[in-house]
């Protein structure tokens, strides 16, 4: 089946540091790729997405390539703030139809420090 | 952009009882909405779909008797978890997608339910 492998956090770094979250993905179809984001309190955000292979997503500042020779989609960004702690998803989805659903991966808390 | 709401935020109640959870499209229709389960330090898992006006499509192991959805209209789906015990305990959390071929969904800010 299809599945979603994020490192595990937390991840605590100091405010301007250069981020990366590692994503691996295993789909049956091609999938798309996204990155959503949970703030403390509040609801999943998509972040940024990618359709297919090669595809770029980027948002706020945050990048992510959709790599299908690596089945990966790292999460990066060149200098990150306070205000981007939050819990970063990675998530796939193989459209067949009407029932495309969204496969996630745990979850990876950031926490940026001053 | 689209928002969902979720009613209740937070919502205790005693094992034997049921609760009923309301996700609310509030500034679109919503062809289809998702909800979901995340235990503590793990990841969303899919619970059921629901497209309006006809019976939600349950993920394999969710019993449908015990977690009944409604989608009586393009803004609003309800989960009630019915005779709640204390392994119900958990986050809920819905989706909202606005056209069938989209794959773009829309959170709700989740439902911490307590069965005492």
């Known amino acids: 089946g299809d599945s979603v492998t994020q490192m595990e956090g937390p991840v605590t770094l100091s405010e301007e540091a250069f981020l990366t979250i590692n994503c691996t993905y295993t789909?049956?179809?091609?999938?798309?790729l996204f990155w959503y984001v949970q703030y403390p309190g509040e609801g999943l955000q998509l972040l940024l997405k990618?359709?297919?292979?090669?595809d770029k997503g980027s948002n706020k500042g945050f990048e992510a390539t959709y790599r299908k020779e690596t089945t990966s989609f790292h999460l990066e960004k060149g200098s990150v703030q306070v205000s981007d702690s939050a819990v970063y998803f990675c998530a796939l989805s193989v459209n067949t139809g009407t029932a495309s659903k969204l496969t996630f991966g745990t979850g990876t808390r950031l926490q940026v420090t001053l | 952009g689209a928002v969902v709401s979720q009613h209740p935020s937070r919502v205790i109640c005693k094992s034997g009882t049921s609760v009923k959870i309301e996700c609310r499209s509030l500034d679109f229709q919503a062809t289809t909405m998702f909800w979901y389960r995340q235990f503590p330090k793990q990841s969303l898992m899919l619970m059921a779909t629901s497209n309006e006006g006809s019976k939600a499509t349950y993920e394999q192991g969710v019993e449908k008797d015990k977690f009944l959805i409604n989608h009586a209209s393009l803004t609003l789906s309800t989960l009630t978890v019915t005779s709640a015990h204390p392994e119900d305990s958990s986050f809920y959390i819905c989706?909202?997608?606005?056209?069938?071929?989209?794959?773009?969904?829309?959170f709700g800010p989740g439902t911490r339910l307590t069965v005492l």
């Open positions: 990618a359709t297919k292979a090669d």
């Open positions: 989706s909202a997608r606005v056209l069938a071929a989209s794959d773009t969904q829309y």
């Open positions: 789909a049956t179809g091609y999938p798309s």
